[in-house]
């Protein structure tokens, strides 16, 4: 198939994770990497950029936000409905290169989507990877995304969860009421033979990173999911350029040493 032309897909499945953001299950077959995207549309509505959370070569997952036209659109798909879809694009997070290592996966509200695809992709090659540590943080109980999967990363990894307040007292899947950077900071982390992938808002990745540096991390160690407004994901448009660097192209995921503090402006 044509990655530049939209192919028309079915829904396998609808799930609700919070209040505003929902899952897809597309019967795309593909094999996406870990952190890349795919252009979803609805005709006579519009075109969205949404980042994969799975990793399968039968199905493809998208965690989707309610915050325009198109999304809104997408919330009311279900099972048997249609969709359009192009790509995948982009550039993912380096596994291959990456085999050997301890993966520190950081991540705040719906920037934890992409990572889940790693999650995904490190369970179906567990054995390729030492220890692992997941950091998510969210901003309430009812915000927290992939409720179900918690339950079995907790088994498997070493999970921290956090949320920003719990005013009602909420039923909140072991989570720490606070900030995750609060959580990094308490935590042992060794950068030897480690790297950490991070995605999520601005202000909490910058907040990540500086400590990860303090903790003896270095730029080369440290992996980005940037957010930018991507159109034609073809490196056409430019509305998506960093420091000469196109997102939908050389992205979205870079080596923090490529772009440095631009990754979270």
Not at 47 to 56: F, G, K, L, R
Request: hydrophobic share 35%.
């Amino acid at each position: 198939m044509n990655p530049y032309l939209p192919q028309r897909y079915q829904v396998l499945g609808f799930t609700r994770e919070s209040p505003d953001t929902f899952t897809l299950t597309v019967n795309m077959r593909s094999k996406p990497a870990p952190g890349q995207f795919v252009q979803v549309s609805v005709p006579g509505v519009g075109e969205a950029p949404i980042s994969i959370c799975s990793d399968s070569r039968s199905h493809i997952k998208l965690n989707i936000r309610e915050i325009g036209n198109v999304t809104k659109a997408l919330s009311k798909k279900r099972k048997g409905d249609a969709l359009w879809i192009r790509g995948p694009y982009g550039k993912g997070y380096p596994m291959k290169e990456l085999e050997g290592k301890n993966l520190i996966l950081i991540g705040g509200g719906c920037g934890v989507a992409p990572l889940k695809g790693v999650i995904d992709f490190i369970e179906h090659h567990r054995s390729r990877y030492r220890d692992i540590r997941l950091f998510l943080g969210y901003r309430s109980p009812d915000e927290i995304l992939f409720k179900k999967e918690l339950k079995e990363w907790r088994k498997k990894y070493q999970l921290e969860v956090t949320i920003d307040q719990n005013q009602h007292g909420a039923f909140c899947y072991d989570a720490k009421v606070g900030f995750v950077t609060e959580a990094i900071k308490k935590a042992p982390l060794d950068p030897h033979a480690s790297v950490a992938f991070l995605c999520g808002p601005p202000v909490m990745m910058k907040a990540s990173i500086d400590l990860l540096k303090q903790k003896g991390f270095g730029e080369r160690q440290i992996f980005v999911s940037a957010e930018r407004l991507m159109y034609c994901a073809l490196g056409v448009c430019c509305h998506c350029m960093i420091r000469g660097k196109f997102t939908c192209v050389d992205g979205p995921v870079f080596r923090y040493d490529e772009i440095g503090a631009y990754a979270h402006d």
